[in-house]
């Protein structure tokens, strides 16, 4: 199964396609925009079945892309977000110990058949499947899901397991190195061995797609980026191409919005990015801070001439977050 649909834009140049997302509230992006090197980039992570490491700055599309793909590809979406507490073993399975001595204490003070408390206190009633438990083998997640009462991983897009599952480990960077280093064997073999299980969860059915993402916080061991395809994303740098570039997805995320709203809002966005470089202040102001721009003006004001002027007020708080920015204009 590859990606193999694009559709042009008009005077871009460029071929892309636009993925439309369903049972979407709040301020979540409602589409997104694939370009041809995302395009390549997926294909070739599926069929090399190595992990897609997209590197890039904040805000410039890194999360969605693997969002979109499962909903091109009809797969079942499975997302971890990174933080500084977790732990390789969190991405496998989780042990919940503390409700196991709770009950070996209660069936202790209350006595009984000994062979039904060993039973009762059996690993399996405490284990929980974790995000590759789910990409590797839904099915058998699900078995085991039942049996602690858990629910599987919401699917908003309504993706189908049976088609293969997406998996994004989102913001890797933020994690020790003991994460990467740790998900070795798993992510090479497709395999790993929950506790108190004597045989392996294993990859079955349609291999999955593993998509990684850094903000570059910090440098990933090397062992690790030689088992990964790597993709950059950039937003272009002269002005002309990144106005227009802003100009498409915006007219994508807001099809009734202004052609001169959005023109400024690019603009805008561009003459923040510059100052913020020459300033050496980081992190730069992005396609994420552009949508958000739009988002709040069209919400505040409707009449062209309003919306325009409404973009110099909003500005200042969605492309000047940086206080040394700021106080430097």
């Known amino acids: 199964m590859r990606i193999k649909n694009r559709i042009d834009l008009p005077g871009s140049g460029e071929s892309w396609i ?20 995302e395009i390549h980039a997926l294909n070739a992570s599926m069929a090399a079945g190595r992990p897609l490491l997209v590197r890039g700055e904040p805000g410039t599309g890194k999360s969605q892309l693997a969002r979109a793909a499962a909903r091109l590809l009809g797969r079942a979406f499975i997302q971890f977000v990174i933080d500084s507490h977790t732990e390789s073993r969190d991405l496998l399975w989780t042990f919940d110990k503390t409700q196991r001595l709770a009950e070996a204490q209660l069936a202790g003070s209350l006595g009984g058949n000994p062979d039904m408390i060993r039973a009762g206190l059996a690993a399996e009633r405490f284990l929980y499947p974790g995000p590759l438990w789910w990409t590797f083998d839904w099915e058998n997640a699900l078995e085991q899901a039942q049996r602690v009462g858990v629910a599987p991983p919401l699917q908003l897009d309504g993706g189908d397991w049976n088609n293969g599952c997406v998996f994004l480990l989102d913001e890797i960077d933020k994690a020790e190195s003991e994460v990467p280093n740790g998900l070795l064997e798993a992510l090479g073999s497709r395999s790993f061995v929950p506790l108190g299980r004597t045989g392996p969860v294993r990859a079955v059915g349609t291999l999955p797609l593993v998509i990684i993402t850094t903000n570059e916080e910090r440098a990933l061991p090397d062992a690790f980026l030689r088992r990964c395809l790597v993709l950059h994303l950039r937003l272009p740098q002269e002005e002309k191409a990144l106005v227009e570039f802003l100009i498409w997805r915006g007219r994508s995320h807001f099809p009734k919005a202004r052609e001169s709203v959005l023109r400024r809002a690019a603009e805008m966005l561009h003459e923040n990015r510059r100052s913020a470089m020459e300033a050496r202040i980081n992190p730069l102001p992005g396609q994420a801070e552009y949508l958000d721009l739009l988002r709040a003006v069209l919400g505040l004001e409707t009449t062209e001439k309003a919306q325009l002027a409404m973009l110099d007020v909003v500005s200042q708080y969605t492309l000047k977050k940086n206080r040394d920015q700021a106080a430097t204009e």
């Open 18 to 37: 636009q993925v439309d997302f369903i049972n979407e509230t709040g301020v979540m992006d409602r589409v997104h925009l694939l370009g041809v090197e």
